[in-house]
Structures are given as structure tokens and as C-alpha cells.
């Protein structure tokens, strides 16, 4: 039985006056179930009840499932002929919904009964069945005649409900396991893409002790349900993916660890695991403390039988050196489950000013879907005599932590592997207290899924100290490059950088240069000689600091914006961060800063093309570092400023300020480049820019994008990150071949997690979560 809420129509149904007039007087001892002691009305409403609230357990023909008995059939019926109906009753209330008895009302619960009787063959009276107890006792149940015995007396309309039919579904966080958001449905295309109409909205309001904005979560789709995380608490919900139905919801109680979860938020969605036998798939997630969860698809329900009663403490995998109830270890992404093997990364509080040097590490474990049992773990961090430990310098391998995947991951079922994008190493933007090129942080690496082996991996940044994370997942695409068939992977970063390798040997399609730069000058501090930089393709997005990238609306602008930099420090990419000291110095200029560049959204690609597609955003930021002990062991901790301090509280770079770029992964060129979205009332506004003719400059912000047969969808942003005055709630559908706009709708809120297509009965539907400041999250079904 599902554990739902009661809509208000069954309230308002099961207190009608009417109902009340139809109660009968006390029943006569010699009336029985077989003589007419409920009403057609009555069994009617108890058909809805148990559609909504009983089916799950016990099946739409009331025949059973694993998960509850028969309650139809010669069985039934002679366990039940020599007891009351009060008896039924009163087993009834005390042990339906299954996840939450005593839920109903006792008119609902009368309804159930009579539902459960007519089904039965007990027939129909013209009285109502009454919902006291005590009168019900005096009332036996009889044994009904034979020719009716277990023949439906009514055949209510959810149980000649049509087939669904599903011609395209959505099983993995984005798309598949290539990480592609590609889906190659075309029902909407260019011609009918502007009639996009909202087909249904479903709300995240009271999912959780506050409401939620900032709604990041992609659903999956898969046999007609939608199922996604929610709320603080993350709750999880499955929602009909026709009608938005919520169909059932989980919440898990976190108890005291809650004080400690890093990232108190409903994550980025689940995993769905397809088992063999039938009615049996799993939806897998962690919760925001670390706790990995299996609930049955259908119902809601733990799994039982995998970990402790459906719950493996990720914690506890770690090891015994992390406390499970106050270390600070989350996730924010969904797991995967490649080949049975669930495996999870994780995320940890902003890195910017950590209390300590020393942190838990974010190795990456590997589970048994069907049991719950750890498999293996992978050392993000190597250990003693392991490979890469000698990167670690004056044993700082032992203390230091973070190096998690905060972002989703990616695999490759075929080959067996599964690709992890590493985060950087405690602290985000000082490194003295772990010199060495710190493998295998910033790393993108390889690993055997089922053994969790290293089969190889490449550090995109050596002992990184700009939070430079690898944000998003690596994509996998079939690419032909000068004639040679490729199995390809592209990793997309906030440094704006797209680094391309063949995804069974790691070796890189286009070469990749170690370059020289800049040593940083903060005492304590160990610096990487050289970066590595991709030949192919050209950063998407603006890298450094040059007086031409200021803004330069104006020539008294561009003079405005040269006073303004004259006091901070700045150099190429890969400029390290300086200690504040003004006003001679009120830090570096970050470009890209350390948002990125690409974000979470990340890149998808045409598979049938080999395009990829990135969003990305064009941010010059101030970055500085102090020392702080009253709050931090670290030598250093870091400072982010503000991104509009360029004149008149424009941003110093010129714009576009977020863009969409398209690339060819079979060539290494990029194809086109277009702004994210309209100018901002925030620029057209300035009275400094009045009479002055500007372009398009897009937003400051990363867009989710979805690719399809026909179109590329995009966003605008949630805005909903700093004060950099991004975000929108237009959602656009490109030409993707071109770039150019096709069609332009509004939603009710920003674009806030990355849109997800699927098509059931005949109909396509784009589903996209949004939200915005004041406007809780929810998720908007879009269609023809």
C-alpha cells in the first residue's frame, strides 16, 4: 500500500451530508454480508482508496503480490466466513496503508471494506456501511453464493485504465550511461516547438522543514513513473509521468547526524536498478548523511534484504577512521550501478576556509545492488605503497582529505569501467600543507567496475589551488577523427577547457602540452611548474586576465574599468591566488573564476553527430587569501568577492557573459557560439548606457541543456548562486546545427536542474526543475 496524501476530493467525498443520512439503525443480529450492508456508492469510493493507497501491496486485482496477501478468492473468503465485518475492520485500520496504518478516516476505512466485500461477490444494499466498530461486530460476514463468489460486481475505471505504452524512456540521471543528455525522440521538433504548452506542475513546497529554491534534481523515467529526490530531507517520490501524479513518497529519518550533513539539500536525483524478476526493480539513493537507501520501484518500500533492512551506512565503509555521526562526508549526485556494482562519489562543505588541514577523504566505493554488501573501495588519496603516494609530499597523504567526485558519474557497461571526475584536495585555494602534484586529485580516472582496480587516469591539474574541480560528469561518444574510428570521452572544467582521450586507454586524441606557469608567491606555498593544456579543442570560454577582455561599453568604461584592476593582481590562467593586502593589493582576478567556466551542467552531445555542447559562464572574480586562525589550522584560508565591481556595478569583463558553444569532437572545432540569453534590465538600465545600441549578452549563469533528435532545449539559469545576476526563466529550443533560436516559452520559474525528455501513449514531454528566490522548487512538464 502506498503511503500518500488524502486529496482533498476523497476528503470531501467521505463527509457528504449525504453519506450521513444514508447510516443505518443498529443492524438486526440475523443481517449479514450477504444481505446488503453497504452501498454501490460506498464500495465505489473504497475502489479509489485502494487504487491509490492498498494496490502496491496487494495487487489491482486484489490477487496479491510479494509484498501483501490475496484478499480475493475461496481462501479469503473461508478465512473470513465465520468472523464479523467489524473484525475486518478493525485488521483493516490497524494494518493498511502498510507504511502508515491508522492514516484514514473511519468512513475511509468502511469503504475499503465494502470495496474488499463486493469484490468478493458480497452484494450491495441500500444502506451504507457504518464505521462504528461496535455496530460493525454485530454484523457477520457470511459466505456469499456461489455463483458470485470472487466475480467483481462494478469494474471501477482505474482498473480498465489503457496500456501504457512507453516509446522512450529516461533510466540514467542523464540519459545513459554515456552521460549524453541526448534522447532521440523527435515528436517535438522545429515545426511544433513553439506550441509547447505546461502539461502538469508538481511541487516541492512541504518537502521538508523549509521550502527549497535552488531545486537541482533531473528525474528518471522508466515504465511510467517519474522518480526524483526532494526537499531538504530528500525525500524521494515516484510521480505518474502522464498526469504528475505523486504515486508514492520515502523520507528517511536522519536523526542526529543531520547536525553534520555538508550539503542539506534534496541532491540531484536517484539511480534504477532493473531486476530480473518481475515487479522486483530497485530505486537506489543517498541521503544527504551518507546513507545508502533501496526502496522497491512500485511501492516505496525498504528492500529488506539489502544492508541493515534496506540501508548501508557509507560511513561506515569508509573505514574506522571516520566517525559516522560527525564527519562532514555527503553526496549531492546520484550513484551508479554498472553491472550490478552500485558506486557512489562524494561532496564535502565549500572548501573555501576548512576548519582543518586534516579531512575525511572521498574515496569511491563499490556496493552489490542486490545485497548491500561493499565490494571494494578505491583510495582517492593513495596510502602507503600504493601508486601515487609519492605525490603526496612530507606525508601529507596522511591528513589530507576531500578529493571525492562530487559530480555524477559515468561508465561504460561494455567495457566494464566506470570514469570518475576527481575534486581537488583540502583546502580549495591553498596548497601548503600537501606539496606534491597530489594524485589522484583533479584527476579523471578509470576504474574496473567490478573490482574498482585503476585501469588509467590523467590529472588535468597538478596540485590544483584554484578550485578548478572537474565539475560535471565525462561524456562518452563514438568520434571519427582523421578517418580512425575512436570509443571517446571528454571531461568539460571550469577552466573552460574540453580534454578529449579514448575512453579504453586514456590516451589523449589530441595532444596535450605541459606549459609553464606562473609560481605563486604566498609563503608556505608549493607550486606545479607547468599545466596541462589541450592543443584541441579551444577553450570555450574566456582563460586570463588581458586589458582587452574589460568592458568596454564606452571609452570612458573602458578607462573606468582600468582604475579598478590597477589594484588587484592579475596574469594568465593559472594565476595563483595572493594574500590581501590593501589597498595596494585586494587580491587576484580569477578568469574564469572558481564557479567556472563549465559548471554541474556540464557538456551534452549528439551522439548520431558526434557534437558536443557546453554551457558555460564568462566571470572575472576577485580571490584572496588571509590568514585566519581563529577559525582554521590552515596557514591560509580563502576570500570569493564579488563579480560585478566593474563600473556603474557592471562586471569588469566584456560580454557575452554566459554562453552555448558547439563543438565537433570528430575535428576539434568549435562550429558556433551563441549567448545563453537576452541583456539584463541590470545592463539596458544603466543610465551611462542609454542611446547605446548593445548586443546580446547572455547571463551569468550555466544553463542545463538537453539534446534531442531534432532541437537542442536550453535554459537560462537558476540564479541562484551568489550575486552575479544571472538566471532566467526562459527556455529556449535551438537549431542544432546552427544555434540559431527556434522557439521561446516562459516557465514559471528559473530553470534550475537540467531538462529530461520521454514519451508515453504517443505523447513527448520535456520535464525541467525550477525555481527561484521566493519560488520553491518544482518540476513543469512541458508538451504539445
Known amino acids: 500500500m502506498k503511503n500518500l496524501f488524502i486529496s482533498a476530493g476523497f476528503i470531501c467525498l467521505f463527509f457528504h451530508p449525504g453519506l450521513k443520512a444514508q447510516q443505518p439503525a443498529k443492524p438486526k443480529a440475523a443481517l449479514t454480508a450477504n444481505l446488503g450492508v453497504f452501498t454501490r456508492k460506498q464500495a465505489e469510493a473504497g475502489a479509489a482508496m485502494f487504487a491509490t493507497h492498498c494496490a502496491a501491496c496487494h495487487g489491482r486485482d486484489l490477487r496479491g503480490t510479494e509484498g501483501g496477501n490475496a484478499l480475493v478468492g475461496e481462501r479469503f473468503v ?86 501504457i505504452t512507453i516509446e522512450g524512456d529516461w533510466r540514467q540521471h542523464r540519459s545513459d550511461y554515456a552521460s549524453s543528455n541526448y534522447s532521440p525522440l523527435s515528436q517535438i521538433n522545429k515545426d511544433n516547438a513553439k506550441q509547447l504548452k505546461i502539461a502538469w506542475r508538481w511541487k516541492t513546497d512541504n518537502f521538508g522543514p523549509n521550502p527549497e529554491f535552488y531545486f537541482k534534481s533531473t528525474p528518471l523515467m522508466v515504465n511510467g513513473m517519474l522518480f526524483t529526490t526532494a526537499g531538504s530531507n530528500r525525500t524521494v517520490a515516484a510521480i505518474h509521468a502522464e498526469t504528475g501524479e505523486t504515486l508514492w513518497t520515502f523520507r528517511f529519518d536522519e536523526k542526529d547526524r543531520k547536525t553534520y550533513v555538508p550539503r542539506q539539500n534534496s541532491g540531484r536525483g536517484v539511480a534504477y536498478w532493473t531486476s530480473p524478476d518481475k ?49 562532514t562526508i555527503g553526496s549531492t549526485s546520484p550513484p551508479i550501478i554498472v553491472n550490478d556494482v552500485i558506486i557512489m562519489g562524494a561532496s564535502f562543505p565549500v572548501g573555501l576556509a576548512p576548519t582543518s588541514k586534516k579531512q575525511v577523504r572521498g574515496d569511491i566505493m563499490g556496493y552489490d545492488v542486490k545485497t548491500g554488501k561493499q565490494l571494494w573501495i578505491f583510495r582517492t588519496i593513495p596510502q602507503a605503497d600504493e601508486a601515487g603516494n609519492e605525490t603526496w609530499e612530507k606525508d601529507s597523504w596522511q591528513y589530507t582529505g576531500n578529493a571525492g567526485a562530487w559530480a555524477p558519474l559515468t561508465a561504460d557497461p561494455a567495457l566494464g569501467y566506470v570514469y570518475l571526475p576527481l575534486e581537488a584536495a583540502t583546502g580549495d585555494f591553498y596548497g601548503g600543507h600537501r606539496p606534491g602534484n597530489n594524485l589522484f586529485s583533479q584527476s579523471l580516472v578509470c576504474l574496473d567496475a567490478k573490482t574498482g582496480k585503476k ?25 571519427r577523427v582523421d578517418g580512425k574510428p575512436i570509443k571517446a570521452i571528454v571531461q568539460v572544467t571550469k577552466q573552460a577547457f574540453a ?83 590593501p589597498p595596494k593589493n585586494l587580491g587576484t582576478l580569477m578568469l574564469p573564476d572558481a564557479v567556472g567556466g563549465a559548471n554541474w551542467q556540464g557538456g551534452v552531445v549528439d551522439p548520431e553527430t558526434g557534437m558536443l555542447y557546453v554551457s558555460s559562464s564568462t566571470v572575472i572574480r576577485p580571490m584572496s587569501l588571509e590568514a585566519a586562525p581563529a577559525i582554521s589550522d ?32 570528430n575535428t576539434g572545432d568549435h562550429k558556433w557560439m551563441v549567448p545563453n540569453a537576452d541583456t539584463p534590465s541590470w545592463v539596458k538600465d544603466v543610465p551611462a548606457l542609454k542611446g547605446i545600441k548593445i548586443p546580446r549578452t547572455g547571463l551569468p549563469d550555466r544553463v542545463g541543456m538537453l539534446v534531442t533528435k531534432t532541437l537542442l532545449f536550453a535554459g537560462e539559469g537558476a540564479g541562484l548562486y551568489g550575486s552575479d545576476g544571472g538566471g532566467g526563466n526562459k527556455f529556449r529550443a535551438y537549431d542544432k546545427a546552427t544555434g540559431n533560436i527556434i522557439s521561446e516559452i516562459e516557465l514559471p520559474a528559473n530553470q534550475s536542474g537540467l531538462p529530461m525528455t520521454y514519451s508515453m501513449n504517443g505523447k513527448q514531454y520535456i520535464v525541467v526543475a525550477v525555481g527561484a528566490v521566493g519560488h520553491p522548487g518544482e518540476l513543469v512538464a512541458l508538451s504539445l
Not at 545508502?292 to 577512521?321: C, E, M, R, W, Y
Request: hydrophobic share 35%; glycine share 6%.
Open 78 to 163: 473461508g478465512k473470513w466466513s465465520t468472523q464479523s465485518v467489524g473484525q475486518l475492520f478493525d485488521l483493516t485500520k490497524s494494518s493498511m496503508p502498510k507504511t502508515n496504518p491508522h492514516s484514514l478516516d473511519d468512513a475511509s476505512y468502511a469503504s475499503l471494506v465494502a470495496f474488499i466485500l463486493n469484490a468478493n461477490g458480497f452484494p450491495e444494499g441500500d444502506v451504507a456501511l457504518p464505521s462504528a466498530t461496535a455496530r460493525l461486530k454485530a454484523i457477520p460476514i457470511g459466505t456469499p453464493p456461489p455463483s458470485s463468489r470472487v466475480s467483481m460486481q462494478f469494474k471501477p475505471a482505474v482498473y480498465t485504465e489503457k496500456p
Open 455 to 479: 585501469v588509467w587516469h590523467y590529472q588535468l591539474i597538478h596540485h590544483d589551488i584554484w578550485d578548478y574541480d572537474l565539475p560535471a560528469p565525462p561524456i562518452l561518444a563514438d568520434i
Open 634 to 665: 590552515m596557514d591560509y584560508v580563502a576570500y570569493m568577492g564579488n563579480a560585478r565591481i566593474g563600473p556603474y556595478g557592471l562586471p569588469l569583463v566584456k560580454p557575452p557573459y554566459g554562453r552555448i558553444t558547439a563543438i565537433d569532437l
Open 499 to 581: 580534454f578529449v582521450f579514448d575512453r579504453v586507454t586514456g590516451k589523449p586524441v589530441w595532444p596535450i602540452e605541459e606549459r609553464p606557469v606562473p609560481k605563486s608567491d604566498v609563503k608556505g606555498e608549493w607550486t606545479s611548474p607547468t599545466q596541462p593544456f589541450p592543443t584541441k579543442p579551444a577553450a570555450f570560454d574566456r582563460q586570463g586576465y588581458s586589458d582587452d577582455i574589460l568592458v568596454d561599453f564606452t571609452p570612458e568604461i573602458k578607462k573606468a574599468a582600468l582604475k579598478i584592476v590597477s589594484r588587484y593582481k592579475k596574469g594568465p590562467l593559472f594565476t595563483p591566488v595572493s594574500v590581501y593586502d
Open 279 to 327: 515487479g522486483k526493480d530497485r530505486v537506489i539513493y543517498i541521503t544527504p548523511s551518507f546513507q545508502l537507501i533501496a526502496l522497491n520501484a512500485q511501492t516505496g518500500q525498504l528492500i529488506s534484504d539489502f544492508g541493515d533492512n534496506g540501508v548501508v551506512d557509507l560511513k561506515k565503509g569508509l573505514g574506522p577512521h571516520v566517525d559516522p555521526l560527525t564527519s
